[in-house]
Structures are given as structure tokens and as C-alpha cells.
């Protein structure tokens, strides 16, 4: 008798619960990759590298890994130009080349640069580089 009134308020309590299947979560669209332009010396636009600047032990890691999550892609594409000249004996020609043999051939996404840079190839020098692409200011 005891067991009946145990299993009765149970099924009582789970009566009571909302049991409806959970709203289907629409897929999230893939994060937009980063855009890459072709790289103008002529332009004027200064090559900057992204440096960590560790004042505090707190949020030091956190500047480190802003920084990894920008230079290990940039490494993948370097790696990738470097394979793609061993197997091609040359370096892409083109950005557009650029863009279709190690950009995409090779799944990579970079992350999108801070307001006022910008990823670059630069066809010449077989490389991919951050511009500073704002008017006369510093980015830090």
C-alpha cells in the first residue's frame, strides 16, 4: 500500500512538469571569415604586427590569447604556401589563386582584426600580412 501511494505521487509530480519536446534550435550561421584584400606596396599602408601587452598577471593570459588565436591561422597559411610550393615548385601567382589553393583548399578561417586592420596577401613578398588601414591613427 505504501509502494501505490509512493508510485501515485510520483506520477502525480511528473504530471505537473512540462514534458513538451524542447523548440527545434535553428542552426547558427557559420561565423563570417574574415576578409582578405591583395596587398599594394604603393599604397602606403603600414605592416603591423599584433603584439601582447602583458601589464597584469590577471588578464595577461587573455592578451596572450588574443594574440594565438590570430597567429596560429597565419602560421597554417604559412605552412600551406610553404607545401604548396614544395608540390607547384612556385608560390601562388595571384590573390585569386591565393584565395582558392590555400585559403580555401585548406578550410582556414581567420578571426576578425580589431577596427582599422585588415588581412592582406602580399603576391611578391608570399605572404599574408596585417595593414593598418586607418588614417593616421595608432592601433593598439
Avoid at 101 to 115: D, G, M, T, Y
Amino acid at each position: 500500500m505504501c509502494c501505490l501511494r509512493a508510485v501515485g505521487l510520483s506520477l502525480l509530480f511528473v504530471g505537473c512538469m512540462d514534458v513538451s519536446e524542447p523548440a527545434a534550435q535553428q542552426p547558427s550561421a557559420p561565423p563570417k571569415p574574415a576578409e582578405i584584400g591583395e596587398f599594394d606596396q604603393k599604397a602606403g599602408k603600414e605592416v603591423v604586427t599584433l603584439d601582447a601587452k602583458v601589464t597584469d598577471p590577471i588578464t595577461g593570459p587573455l592578451e596572450i590569447l588574443k594574440k594565438a588565436r590570430v597567429e596560429i591561422p597565419m602560421l597554417a597559411i604559412e605552412h600551406a604556401l610553404n607545401l604548396y610550393n614544395a608540390s607547384e615548385g612556385r608560390f601562388p601567382q595571384s590573390h585569386d589563386e591565393f584565395m582558392t589553393q590555400i585559403i580555401s583548399a585548406n578550410n582556414i578561417r581567420l578571426p576578425v582584426l580589431p577596427s582599422g586592420l585588415d588581412y592582406q596577401y602580399d603576391v611578391d613578398g608570399h605572404q599574408l600580412v596585417i595593414v593598418n588601414t586607418a588614417d593616421g591613427k595608432t592601433v593598439e
